[in-house]
């Protein structure tokens, strides 16, 4: 008996004590439970955890001001672009299948006060050149809580309507997954790489250089980035994607071979 | 008691191995010690020895100077003092939302003067005009501290590339974020021979990357570079990659010129004539986009680079009411694109651009909830009038 008991108290010592090799304030990424394996058409905006591949998204898109049909128009084939860097990048995952832009969201809103606007119904807000008075930043992800409170879910993303490309797909990168990591205020989605260290200034949440990809690591093909240790708590995009999405994987081609599926596009225009 | 003794000495014996190898991966440092960057951490922003919490409270002040290699002042230049932790460009509970950066012009002497600052991580970045940038890594500022900013010693690039070429010289300055903070990035253009030249580049030793953009040819980086200060020539040679040529005519096979084509990065206006060729592609299938005012925008899936003969019609107005009601839109449908236009108050209705053909128009009300319709013939460029869509 005093063997098994010292060996259960060993255990929780040993329990109690952090994991040889940690930080003290680094905390492990979690792995959510997989939630029932999802369809892979839905209306969301961003990939639900337990989704299995390929899987398409529905972007609800507002223009704050009134703005006429061929505005609205102007801006698809950069969406259209973006889903299919998105569609590169996950090797043939993930694209948006849908896409519904509307007008007049909020008239006169400028970017700065971006947190205190209410778009229920949204997940991209649009703003004139002229009213993006946040630069020299060029686009933004908003993570907010309670879900819904800011726009459809617990997200959005605000532009400027001279987006860029690349502006785009950094923006969709922290958008697209709902991610479970956490540590030094993390946020829900892909984080900026470029704070902290090991570099990649090749992965799109870094420098944004072509070719278009996120950077990945560990035990991943193509690893270009080891796991973060300045106590983040976070790792390299598609380590971080591969523990909440099981069911997605990485080769490290980051590009696929089939066409990006067609997207839909729904105007709905103010008069 | 003995027993007891008895296992707590079992316990010790085993937990001493674990508690001394965690000891060992957690080596301990003293709190004023400076720690030294590994390569892991080395961008990540340092503390040097913080001051006593009450001298941390008070307003900052930095002063300093640039000087070049000479040790001459540096007169005129743009000198940012950047705030890591300033607003970037994810939102979030417990980031920063305000711009943090702050920017002094050195004056005649080379010197810079930032006060009322708030203790906490920066660092400087000295751009002077046509000279290589400078920066120091993340310091901790409090009280009043002086610093001194030396340009380095010029490093600069040659070369050929492709006439009219644009190049960005990117590098990363460590601690320094890239939303939110202005990038350290020099931009040059190549000549109509491709020629070009870089002075005054970038610190010596520093790795930059190149991303080379010409007219016809595959965008492509290059690099990382690092190269000692001096003269150092480097070409950049890019792909011609694959074209997507064609024509674009209106319905009744008429050319359409000033057309905007759109296929990955590439873009194209089709001439008089309606040709148009799209270079630099790669090979893959993906989306042609092709529009102009007065016309029906063509989404084109699954387009490969090669050739195409692309109909762009030209739009035809609809004018008419909605009686028996009021709804909320006026909607149609051309291939994957769904059109809803808000009536208003009005009964009263104007379309100015639908496709020519049969169309079906509909009105809906706030739920999207068909509430009636009728179908039209609409000439290519031409008017229809006096349509009338009764509600149920």
Redesign the interface.
Known sequence: M??L??TL??CA??AA??A??G??DEQPALVATPPPATSSSSDAPSVPVGATPPFSLVWNVGFTENVP??AM??Q??KF??MS?DLWTITEGQVWISRIRFSDNVAPGAEASS??TLRVPNLDVVIYPAGKWN?A??????????PSGTLGRTNRRIDVPDNAQ?LTLI??AS?FAWQLSWSGN?L?PGL??E??????D??CIM?????PLRWCSGGALPSANH?T???GQGAQSCWEQIKLDYPNFSYSGIN?SS???P?????????? | MR?RL??LG??LA??AP??L??GL??PRRHPLQASRPS??????PKREAPAPESARSEAATLSGELIDAEQRPVAGALVTLVD?EG?????????A?E?RDRDEKTDERGRFRFAALRPGTRLLIARPEGRPPVWTEPFFVEGKQHRVLTLPAPLSLTGLTHPRAKLSF?C?VPGL???????VVVVATADDAGGYRVDGLLPPATPF?V?VEAPGYR???FG?YQFPAGRHIVDFDLDTGLSLRGTVRDGAGRPVQGALL?Y??ARAVSEADGSFLLSGLEE????L?V?R?GHI?T?L??VRPGSIDVTLFRAAEVTGKVSGGRGR?LCFTVG?????????DSDDFRI??VPPGPLRLEVEDEEHRLLGSAIIHAPEGGVVEGVEILLR
């Open positions: 005093r063997p008991r010292a108290l060993l010592a040993a004590l952090p040889c090799g930080h003290k049909m061929s128009e102007a698809l084939p259209i672009q299919q971006s947190e946040v020299p930043v060029t686009g933004e992800t908003l993570f907010f809580s490309r950094h923006e922290h205020n946020p984080d900026d470029y704070v902290y260290s090991p570099d200034p090749a870094d420098l944004m250089f072509l080891v973060k240790n300045g590009t089939s066409a990006t067609a997207m839909a596009v729904e105007y709905s225009d103010t008069p | 027993s008895k296992t079992w316990i085993a937990v674990l508690a190898v965690w991966s957690h390569a892991a951490t080395r961008s990540a890591p607003r970037g460009d994810v939102l979030l509970a417990g980031r939302k711009f990117t990363r974020p890239h939303a939110g903070h202005r990038p990357a991303f965008t492509r980086s990382p759109a990955d990065d893959r299938s993906t989306t986009i529009a005012e925008q989404v899936n699954a839109y994957d694109a769904r059109y809803r236009l808000g009536l208003g100015p651009a």
